[in-house]
């Protein structure tokens, strides 16, 4: 059971646990919303480095108890601020993401932010609301982890 859980930039030596943790077969399918195809390094590596390199987004990785449990993001599309985790599998259920997340909001402070999940996504779900997001909507949109159309929930914090 992770006990600490902090957040640091995210540094090039982080890109290969990072690349294990979000090609997981079952994290992917879960967040449904990923690359296309994510066993492709050098477009995982070309993605990290457009996103570190923009000065819209606050890119971490979430350590817990000492090693790089995850990742977490905000970013800035269409004018809104929206966040964004991952979590390895091997650490689910034990509270990695909602910590995480409180940790990310204390940093990034633009009110109104939003976070989506695929409405099938509980675990997500719940990290989220647990955090004070309240749905407002949702979407649809290809999901490249499951080759359809899914609905994905939108949520709004402040």
């Given at each position: 059971m992770i006990q600490d859980v902090s957040l640091r930039p995210v540094e090039e030596t982080d890109f290969d646990v990072l690349f294990e943790h979000?090609?997981?077969?079952?994290?992917?399918?879960?967040a449904a919303f990923t690359a296309e195809d994510p066993d492709d390094r050098a477009a995982f590596d070309a993605h990290l480095r457009r996103n570190l390199a923009r000065e819209d987004?606050?890119?971490?990785?979430?350590?817990?108890?000492g090693r790089v449990v995850g990742s977490i993001a905000s970013f800035v599309i269409e004018g809104d601020t929206e966040v964004t985790y991952w979590v390895d599998r091997a650490v689910w259920g034990q509270g990695v993401a909602g910590r995480a997340l409180a940790l990310l909001l204390e940093e990034v402070t633009v009110r109104p932010i939003y976070g989506r999940a695929a409405s099938d996504n509980a675990g997500s779900l719940k990290?989220?609301?647990?955090?004070?997001?309240?749905v407002v909507g949702t979407d649809t949109g290809h999901a490249a982890a499951r080759g359809a159309e899914i609905e994905e929930t939108i949520l709004k914090l402040g």
């Open positions: 979000m090609r997981d077969p079952e994290s992917v399918r879960m987004t606050t890119n971490r990785v979430i350590v817990g108890d990290v989220l609301t647990r955090a004070g997001f309240e």
